[in-house]
């Protein structure tokens, strides 16, 4: 009998699986589709040579992921590449703000009016961010707070919405990139706790950036895959679970799926009903014949550059996504550009792109004008660049990866309490109706994001029950 079995061989189904191997037991993966990767893949999805990341691109939890980091992801193959800036958001002057890995130019970029307010946010927070990551990721109960002053203090500035946070700014240009970062996971500007997010994103681009893998994301869930074997575990792929008894005897089961698709396969009936799904998203992958012509010098040199005149045109598209239930007339972009660091990605002279939009969940419709449109707007020439494109909407992506229900690639709303407390309100948040049987996917916190903190966290459930059974 397998000490572990573990569904789904995305980042967190994988980093469990690591983690409880690292500790001697007997463990073994079972993964749908015909190779491993979950969000983290890359796959030719518009012509031959250039190789896409369909789900994650950027990751700048990843980098920073106190998981990642203790594992000796290096070794099998894992690099991290830096473009010269982590990000980048332009405006339709020319001009442009920037996260930067410096403090001191990241404020230069918002103007002198804001540029004292912005580095008093943050760099109290930096000296320690290696602790206040950790702590903040192994919420609620996985671990005693290493340092819970630090921790109190970042919850006081990020637990309010981002709107009051970013109030203390005077100009549209931080109010702007700010509403940016809260934006990528989906979640209304007025949210509860929205602040922390766009925190964390600015903090961990100083800390240590906002990278891309070399050869794209698919070498990051490959490194976690060959240390698993090289541990003894297995893995086993083109093996769908559709219940319980398709899965060998083990002690535990851990599942990297959704809380939907858990509560299917284990019949917990309605026990996850009270489980929200997100807004959509709409993506587009893009074959280029050359560099995307920003008008900004910044978003030249930037791996992500974020799409959005202002902090009240990203807030509208927000709104419209996830309250309103239609698509935004302007959605709000995130776009990153790996060829500009990884020539690898795309033939010689050519470069992959990848953007999207938001929509509402389940949507059905093509948001590729739109999105095109705004790109226009920032980088006039850009429809002359295409060769092809791979576009993918809520049905689409829901159907390369039963996790993203609805196309929700965060596999949950990031709003109300369920930012923190995910799947259900409870301090146990890995655990289900059977003792043996645990979820470690985004839809548990940390939440979203390819870092595998929600693997690592759920395996420390895991091994607890091991040992005392």
Known sequence: MLDAVVVGAGPNGLTAAVELARRGFSVAVFEARDTVG??????????PGFRHDPCAAA?????NSPAFRALPLERYGLEWLHAELPMAHPFTDGSAA??????????????PRDAGTYRRLVEPFLPKWDTLVHDFMSLPRTALPRDPVTLARFGLAGLPPSTWLTSRFRDERAKTLFAGLVGH???????????????????????????????????????????????????????????????????????DTSPTALAKIAGFGDYYANYRYGAGVFKVDYALDGPVPWTAKE??????????????????????????????????????????????????????????????SGWTGDLTDALERQLERFAPGFRDRVLARATAGPPELAARNANYVGGDIGTGAVSGLQILLRPKLSLSPYGTPHPAVFICSSATPPGPGVHGMSGHNAAKAVWRRLRQS
Do not use: C
């Open 98 to 111: 920037v996260l930067s890995r410096s403090v001191a130019e990241t404020a230069a970029s918002f103007g």
């Open 185 to 255: 996971v989906m979640a209304p500007l007025s949210g509860f706790a929205t602040g922390a997010i766009g925190l964390v994103f600015a903090l961990a681009a100083h800390a240590r950036g906002w990278p891309v893998a070399r050869g794209g994301s698919q070498s990051i869930s490959d490194a976690l895959a060959a240390y698993l074997k090289d541990l003894g575990g297995e893995i086993h792929t083109d093996y769908e679970v559709k219940r319980l008894d398709d899965l060998p005897p083990a002690r535990a089961y851990v599942f």
């Open 299 to 360: 978003a030249r040199t930037a791996g992500t550059v974020q799409i959005g005149a202002d902090s009240t045109e990203i807030g509208t598209a927000l709104r419209a996504a996830s309250r309103e239930n239609r698509a935004p007339e302007r959605p709000f972009m995130i776009t990153v550009q790996p060829s500009i660091v990884d020539p690898t990605r795309a033939p010689a002279g050519k470069q992959v792109f990848w953007a999207y939009g938001h929509v509402p």
């Open 59 to 63: 990751h700048p939890l990843g980098i």
């Open 38 to 47: 979950g969000g983290a893949r890359t796959e030719e999805l518009t012509l």
